[in-house]
T-cell receptor
Framework: AQKVTQAQTEISVVEKEDVTLDCVYE???????LFWYKQPPSGELVFLIR??????QNEISGRYSWNFQKSTSSFNFTITASQVVDSAVYFC??????????FGQGTRLTINP | EPEVTQTPSHQVTQMGQEVILRCVPI?????FYWYRQILGQKVEFLVS????????KSEIFDDQFSVERPDGSNFTLKIRSTKLEDSAMYFC??????????????FGPGTRLTVT
């Protein structure tokens, strides 16, 4: 069975600090896909990134970066120089493919001015 | 940019009533999904739909639930006899299915269902 664990329920930091959101996953599949979604207070789910199991290259997109390590089954998300607009709930998710997404419990991130 | 739309944005219904939640997936997408999120909790998979049939469903998706693609554009979720515990945000999602596995699922804005 697939499982995603986001151990950090809530994180609160001051603006401009760097913050890392942890994601640990479990799967028996050799091919799988990992995602991060952002859910702002308005409630919609906003896609941030997809990573397949064969691509362990870290990715950077502006202030966002992702660290995928198969050895530790982790797919962590770092926001550099956080801003108030980054305040949201962030979900990590896992899928085998064109199938259901299995979500973690989410991490509520609050950026204080 | 194409987007998934859902109607209504908020539905209030009495326990025992039937509700139909509507979704218009992105037009060239082949896979459709329903998820729900009880307030403050994680997003949970309900059902996936491909080639006009259910491809997978979760334990939550019992006989009270059904899905339909009545025409070429709409994708609906019906709850036959709502319970208080069905109160949640329901998200529709769609994905291309043409680039192989691991397509990004595009989510609609959600329908907040309140059962009183």
């Amino acid at each position: 069975a697939q499982k995603v664990t986001q151990a950090q329920t809530e994180i609160s930091v001051v603006e401009k600090e760097d913050v890392t959101l942890d994601c640990v996953y479990e799967t028996r599949d050799t091919t799988y896909y990992l995602f991060w979604y952002k859910q702002p207070p308005s409630g919609e789910l906003v896609f941030l990134i997809r990573r397949n199991s064969f691509d362990e290259q870290n990715e950077i997109s502006g202030r966002y970066s992702w660290n995928f390590q198969k050895s530790t089954s982790s797919f962590n998300f770092t926001i550099t120089a956080s801003q108030v607009v980054d305040s949201a709930v962030y979900f990590c998710a896992l899928t085998r493919g064109a199938q259901k997404l299995v979500f973690g419990q989410g991490t509520r991130l609050t950026i204080n001015p | 940019e194409p987007e998934v739309t859902q109607t209504p944005s908020h539905q209030v219904t009495q326990m025992g009533q039937e509700v139909i939640l509507r979704c218009v997936p992105i037009s060239n997408h082949l896979y459709f999904y329903w998820y729900r999120q009880i307030l403050g909790q994680k997003v949970e998979f309900l059902v996936s739909f491909y080639n006009n049939e259910i491809s997978e469903k979760s334990e939550i998706f019992d006989d009270q639930f059904s899905v339909e693609r009545p025409d070429g554009s709409n994708f609906t979720l019906k709850i036959r006899s709502t319970k208080l515990e069905d109160s949640a945000m329901y998200f529709c999602a769609s994905s291309e299915g043409t680039t192989g596995r691991g397509d990004e699922q595009y989510f609609g804005p959600g329908t907040r269902l309140t059962v009183t």
